[in-house]
């Protein structure tokens, strides 16, 4: 079985540009996950997708974070102006939403923002 | 709101020496707590769970037991090895689905030969 995937695992960008990441979860999988991981933090919860509605954004920076998951399988995190303290370990999750408590994670992607 | 606090780290001991990370907790009701790893280039994974007071995880020689009145689920192994080298995760879920987990804030450790 396929893991979740993330592109690009590793992005570069100056402060003001935008950045776009990309997750495809697990195939089945209808709950999906954006974390953010800071240097030396954990996870924390950006948004959450139950097929293609957005099930929880309370933590998601709306004036520059946006997110979708048009067609309830893949999903794109966008950034646009990126700050500095974005800098951060995206991770993309997906869940088959049955009370097995696991998630499945992909690699990340690594946001550095100069 | 929930939270978790993890011991500060990190943790660095000789190849199978006994392993104990601590995880406290803040939440209202019965949360579900969870151990996850995350192994040098990989993602998070799973590593063990208890959903109720009083239940032990189990996995791969890693066991926490839910102590809801220390509020605690601590990690702990008997003896550990070179490739347990990794950061360790706790982090706990309101809902029994695992979802919307709130993490704590890692712990490194490293497994000497």
Known sequence: ?114 | GNSVTQMEGPVTLSEEAFLTINCTYTATGYPSLFWYVQYPGEGLQLLLKATKADDKGSNKGFEATYRKETTSFHLEKGSVQVSDSAVYFCALSKETSGSRLTFGEGTQLTVNP
């Open chain 1, 1 to 114: 079985e396929a893991g979740v995937a993330q592109s690009p695992r590793y992005k570069i960008i100056e402060k003001r540009q935008s950045v776009a990441f990309w997750c495809n979860p697990i195939s089945g999988h209808a709950t999906l996950y954006w974390y953010q991981q800071i240097l030396g933090q954990g996870p924390k919860l950006l948004i959450q997708f139950q097929n293609n509605g957005v099930v929880d954004d309370s933590q998601l920076p709306k004036d520059r974070f946006s997110a979708e998951r048009l067609k309830g399988v893949d999903s794109t995190l966008k950034i646009q102006p990126a700050k500095l303290e974005d800098s951060a370990v995206y991770l993309c999750a997906s869940h088959l939403y049955v009370n097995t408590g696991e998630l499945f994670f992909g690699e990340g992607s690594r946001l550095t923002v100069l």
